[in-house]
C-alpha cells in the first residue's frame, strides 16, 4: 500500500517524526482515550494537557475551525481507521508520533481534492507543548513527501486562519507558495473568518 512504503521510507529518513497508520501505530497509544486526549489538545478540546490562559489565546485564535469535543475526536480517529481500508483510497488521516520516545504528539491529513487532478488539501495539528520543537514542519514535510513521492500528485494546498503566523512560516519552510485569500470561508464563532491559502507544485517539491 503507498502510505505503508512511504512511512517505512520516510523512518529510515531518521525523520524527527514518523507518520503512521492509526490501526498500524504499534508505538503509538492503544487505547482510544489516549489517542483523544491528545487530539484534543491540538483542537482546543478539553484535556488534562496543561494549557495556560496565553496558549488559549493563541488556540482560540489559530484554529481553523471549533474547538473539537472528547467525542468529536473520537469520531475522527474512527474514521481515521476505516477510511484507511477505503479503494481507492481518498484520505490519508495519520498519527504523528515522536521517533525517539514513541509518544502521539498530533494528527496530520492528506485528502484527494475531488474538483481538481491530482490534487489533494492537507492539514496538521500538533499537541501545544510539542509547538517550536520543528515537528510542524517535519510533519508538512512528511505529508508533502506522501503526496508527491507516494501518491503521484500535481499539487497539494491547505488553509489556515489570517492570522496564524506561525502555520504561515511553516508553509514557507516547506517550500509552499501563499496564493491567495478565500474571503469569509469559515464560519466560526458566529463569525465568518476569511483563509490564506498555501499550495506547492510537484516540480517545485522535486527542487
Given at each position: 500500500?503507498?502510505?505503508?512504503?512511504?512511512?517505512?521510507?520516510?523512518?529510515?529518513?531518521?525523520?524527527?517524526?514518523?507518520?503512521?497508520?492509526?490501526?498500524?501505530?504499534?508505538?503509538?497509544?492503544t487505547?482510544?482515550?489516549s489517542?483523544?486526549?491528545?487530539?484534543?489538545?491540538?483542537c482546543?478540546?478539553?484535556t488534562?494537557?496543561?494549557?495556560?490562559g496565553?496558549?488559549?489565546?493563541?488556540?482560540a485564535?489559530?484554529?481553523?475551525?471549533?474547538?473539537?469535543?472528547r467525542?468529536?475526536?473520537?469520531?475522527f480517529?474512527?474514521?481515521?481507521?476505516?477510511?484507511?481500508?477505503?479503494?481507492?483510497?481518498?484520505?490519508?488521516?495519520l498519527?504523528?508520533?515522536?521517533?525517539?520516545?514513541?509518544?502521539?504528539i498530533?494528527?496530520?491529513?492528506?485528502?484527494?481534492?475531488?474538483?481538481?487532478?491530482?490534487?489533494?488539501?492537507?492539514?496538521?495539528?500538533?499537541?501545544?507543548?510539542t509547538w517550536?520543537?520543528?515537528?510542524?514542519?517535519?510533519?508538512?514535510r512528511?505529508l508533502l513527501?506522501?503526496?508527491?513521492e507516494?501518491?503521484?500528485?500535481h499539487?497539494?494546498?491547505?488553509?489556515?486562519?489570517?492570522?496564524?503566523?506561525?502555520?504561515?512560516?511553516?508553509?514557507?519552510?516547506?517550500?509552499?507558495?501563499?496564493?491567495?485569500?478565500?474571503?469569509?470561508?469559515?464560519?466560526?464563532?458566529?463569525?465568518?473568518?476569511?483563509?490564506?491559502?498555501?499550495a506547492?507544485?510537484?516540480?517545485?517539491?522535486?527542487?
Amino acid at each position: 500500500m503507498p502510505g505503508t512504503t512511504g512511512a517505512d521510507r520516510l523512518f529510515r529518513r531518521g525523520s524527527e517524526a514518523q507518520r503512521l497508520d492509526w490501526e498500524t501505530a504499534d508505538t503509538a497509544p492503544t487505547t482510544a482515550a489516549s489517542c483523544c486526549r491528545t487530539l484534543c489538545a491540538g483542537c482546543g478540546g478539553p484535556t488534562k494537557i496543561d494549557r495556560t490562559g496565553p496558549v488559549r489565546a493563541v488556540l482560540a485564535l489559530a484554529l481553523s475551525f471549533e474547538p473539537r469535543t472528547r467525542d468529536q475526536v473520537a469520531q475522527f480517529v474512527a474514521g481515521a481507521v476505516v477510511s484507511a481500508v477505503d479503494e481507492p483510497r481518498a484520505e490519508y488521516a495519520l498519527a504523528v508520533v515522536d521517533r525517539g520516545t514513541g509518544e502521539l504528539i498530533g494528527s496530520g491529513r492528506i485528502a484527494m481534492d475531488p474538483h481538481q487532478q491530482r490534487a489533494a488539501t492537507f492539514g496538521f495539528a500538533l499537541r501545544p507543548d510539542t509547538w517550536g520543537a520543528g515537528y510542524g514542519l517535519e510533519t508538512v514535510r512528511l505529508l508533502l513527501a506522501l503526496g508527491f513521492e507516494d501518491l503521484g500528485l500535481h499539487r497539494v494546498w491547505g488553509a489556515r486562519s489570517p492570522l496564524n503566523v506561525a502555520s504561515a512560516k511553516t508553509m514557507a519552510s516547506a517550500g509552499m507558495v501563499e496564493e491567495g485569500t478565500i474571503r469569509e470561508h469559515v464560519l466560526k464563532g458566529g463569525r465568518w473568518r476569511d483563509s490564506v491559502v498555501h499550495a506547492i507544485l510537484e516540480r517545485e517539491w522535486a527542487r
